[in-house]
Nanobody
């Protein structure tokens, strides 16, 4: 069973930067899409950024121009670079990958456990 492990969250002042990483325990065979979601207390989970297997990106309007999603296939990793962070970016961030991994004939959806990002004003 492939697992996704996230890291890179933490406490940062407004205007600062963080880079989130999500490492898959398996080797990518075919990527359908990768994404980062976030969920703030009392709010619904929302899509922050996505990256298709053909490298088409899409961003939530409020983060467009500040966040960048990218991947490293050799490292089985998806990243979220977050610049100019704002207090309203505070949330638990989750990575999401829909892919087929080496040794598995099926395309499956995977979620990370979440990493906390807190932006102080």
């Amino acid at each position: 069973q492939v697992q996704l492990v996230e890291s890179g969250g933490g406490l940062v002042q407004a205007g600062g930067s963080l880079r989130l990483s999500c490492v898959a325990s398996g080797r990518f065979f075919m990527i359908k899409h990768m994404a980062w979601y976030r969920q703030a207390p009392g709010k619904q989970r929302e899509l922050v950024a996505s990256l298709t297997g053909r490298d088409i990106t899409n961003y939530l309007d409020s983060v467009n121009g500040r966040f960048t999603i990218s991947r490293d296939n050799a490292e089985n990793t998806v990243y979220l670079r977050m610049n100019l962070l704002k207090p309203e970016d505070t949330a638990v961030y989750y990575c999401n990958i829909e892919a087929r991994f080496s040794g598995d004939p099926m395309v499956r959806m995977y979620w990370g456990q979440g990493t906390q990002v807190t932006v102080s004003s």
